[in-house]
């Protein structure tokens, strides 16, 4: 069965500095990788994703992702973060072999970026 | 383009009664899901159709959810009767297409409490 964990329950960075926001996997097939990104009283915000290709993946605002697959990890990161970017994070996956269409949310990631 | 509309944004009610949620997808969208996000916890898959067919309700909980898609456009999910445990957010999502390959895009929610 398909899983995703999402170590950390909050993740604090300066504005200006790089972040990372951490996500392992579990998958018997390939893994399809998603992140998005949820701001208060606001819907999911699809922010990149993994198919197939080039592990470094881009997406909106300025996010990218790498995925490893010798550990399993679909890091969400970028370069400089901004005040603006503090929301609750989720990564995703879907299964190829196993998990048809449904795709398993973590628990997500709160963010908080400090002026 | 318009985004997926829910309604309402807020619902109280006591335990027992009966609610029931509106969605409406994206224009053209074939692909409809309702997650079930309870506070602290990812998203988790209730119901997904695919036009007006059920594609996947393994974890709905059947005694007292239940949803319809009747002419594949709108959806309406329904609790009866409502237990203390309900009290989450149900969002809605649409895609294009019943692919692995496509991410979400969500509405901003219904936020249930049950007293």
């Known amino acids: 069965a398909q899983s995703v964990a999402q170590p950390e329950d909050q993740v604090n960075v300066a504005e200006g500095n790089p972040l990372t926001v951490k996500c392992t996997y579990s998958?018997?097939?390939?893994?399809?990788l998603f992140w998005y990104v949820q701001y208060p009283n606001r819907g999911l915000q699809f922010l990149l994703k993994y198919i197939t290709g080039d592990n470094l993946v881009k997406g909106s605002y300025g996010f990218e992702a790498e995925f490893n697959k010798s550990q399993t990890s679909f890091h969400l990161k970028k370069p400089s973060a901004l005040v603006s970017d503090s929301a609750l994070y989720f990564c995703?996956?879907?299964?190829?072999?196993?998990?048809?269409?449904?795709?398993?949310f973590g628990a997500g990631t709160r963010l908080f970026v400090k002026a | 383009e318009a985004g997926v509309a829910q309604s309402p944004r807020y619902k109280i009610i006591e335990k027992r009664q009966s609610v029931a949620f509106w969605c409406n997808p994206i224009?053209?969208?074939?692909?409809l899901y309702w997650y079930q996000q309870i506070l602290g916890q990812g998203p988790k898959l209730l119901i997904q159709f695919q036009n007006n067919g059920v594609v996947d309700d393994s974890q709905l909980p059947k005694d007292r959810f239940s949803a319809e898609r009747l002419k594949g456009v709108d959806s309406t999910l329904k609790i009866q009767p409502a237990k203390l445990e309900d009290s989450a957010v149900y969002l809605c999502?649409?895609?294009?297409?019943?692919?692995?390959?496509?991410?979400?895009?969500f509405g901003s929610g219904t936020r249930l409490t049950v007293v």
């Open positions: 999502a649409s895609s294009l297409v019943q692919s692995q390959a496509y991410g979400y895009t």
């Open positions: 998958v018997s097939g390939n893994p399809y």
């Open positions: 224009s053209g969208h074939a692909t």
């Open positions: 995703a996956v879907r299964d190829s072999l196993t998990g048809g269409f449904k795709t398993i």
